[in-house]
């Protein structure tokens, strides 16, 4: 994998939060951290899921809180598919899943199934 540079204004207060976690991590330098930071707020990915379900899992990064809600809960606005993969990889819980994974992105306590 090869890498982009980036120039970036932060806040002082966020960078100071995050020179002070590089300081106290002795394996990790200022530029993991930003990294590490990158990584675990970026929203769901798709790398894991075939590639049939993309253009059915995309359009709901488009939805409202409440309609992504709604999905979590087994309100889907979408209609069931009857395509047999779809019903071969239970795709009703891999649009919930992807539903409840863009809420938490989004900042909304949404608990992960262990928590519940």
């Known amino acids: 994998m090869s890498n982009t540079t980036v120039r970036l204004n932060l806040p002082s207060e ?12 002795p394996k990790m330098s200022l530029e993991d951290v930003v990294i590490q930071t990158i990584r675990s707020g ?21 939805l409202g809180d409440m309609d992504l ?7 889907s606005p979408f209609p069931e598919s009857d395509n047999e993969m779809f019903k071969k ?5 891999l649009r919930t899943t992807y539903a409840s994974k863009l809420l938490r992105w989004r900042g909304h306590p949404v608990p992960i199934p262990y928590e519940m």
Do not use: C, Q, W
């Not at 790398?47 to 990064?61: A, I, R, S, T």
């Not at 990889?89 to 819980?93: A, H, Q, R, V, Y």
């Open 42 to 62: 970026m929203p769901p990915s798709l790398g894991k899921v075939p590639k049939l379900f993309h253009d059915e899992l995309m359009p709901m990064n488009a």
């Open 89 to 93: 990889f239970n795709f009703k819980t």
């Open 69 to 75: 809600l709604r999905i979590i809960e087994g309100n």
């Open 14 to 25: 966020i960078y100071e939060e995050l020179a002070m976690i590089a300081d106290i991590s």
